[in-house]
Every structure is written in C-alpha cells, then in structure tokens.
Nanobody
Framework: QVQLTESGGGLVQTGGSLRLSCAHS????????MGWFREAPGKEREFVAA????????TYADSVKGRFTLSTDNAKKTGYLQMNALKPEDTAVYYC????????????WGQGTPVTVSS
C-alpha cells in the first residue's frame, strides 16, 4: 500500500511563497499520477494541480495557473508544489493524492498540511 507524507505548510503573508512536499513510499511511481487538492473552511475539497510522474505532464486549476508550479524528484521519491504570489483565498488544508494512470479516482491520500495566507 502506497503511503504519502506531506510537509511544508505554514503561515505566510499575501504575496509570499511556500513549497509543499509530498513523499511517496512506493518502490516505483512510474505509472502514477500525483495530484494536489485543497479544502478551505466551509468549502468542498477542490482540485489544485496534478502531474504524471513519468512524463511530467501537468494540469492546473485556473485559480492557480501562473502562480503554482509542480515538480518531481524521482531520487527523493518526492513531488513538490511551489506556490508563489499567495492570496488569502489560497488558505486551506492541502492534500496530495495518488492514482494510477487511467484511474478515475485518487485512491491514496496524504494527511494534509495547512496553509494560511494572511492579508
């Protein structure tokens, strides 16, 4: 069973940056997609971004395009979500998740890491 462990959340001022990390426990992650989601207080969990591990094909929600960037480090078995130009509306608990390519739903979830952007 693959496990995901996130880190990197915290408190930042508007316009600041944070980098979230998501480490996986799989022997090989080649056939996986790593996704990022967030859940703000009182709101439903929403999609933020995703990357195919092998081809590094990325997808971003419109609300974060141009501000957030995905990357991966295969040697460290870690994916990253670089978040720049943060806004108060980015405040949420951020989750990384994984699914096999071709699967509809993400089946493995991390524990979440909180991000608070102060105005």
């Amino acid at each position: 069973q693959v496990q995901l462990t996130e880190s990197g959340g915290g408190l930042v001022q508007t316009g600041g940056s944070l980098r979230l990390s998501c480490a996986h426990s799989a022997l090989t992650f080649t056939n996986y997609v790593m996704g990022w989601f967030r859940e703000a207080p009182g709101k439903e969990r929403e999609f933020v971004a995703a990357i195919t591990w092998s081809e590094r094909i990325t997808t971003y929600a419109d609300s974060v395009k141009g501000r957030f960037t995905l990357s991966t480090d295969n040697a460290k078995k870690t994916g990253y979500l670089q978040m720049n130009a943060l806004k108060p509306e980015d405040t949420a608990v951020y989750y990384c998740a994984a699914k096999l390519r071709g699967q509809k739903n993400y089946v493995v979830w991390g524990q979440g890491t909180p991000v608070t952007v102060s105005s």
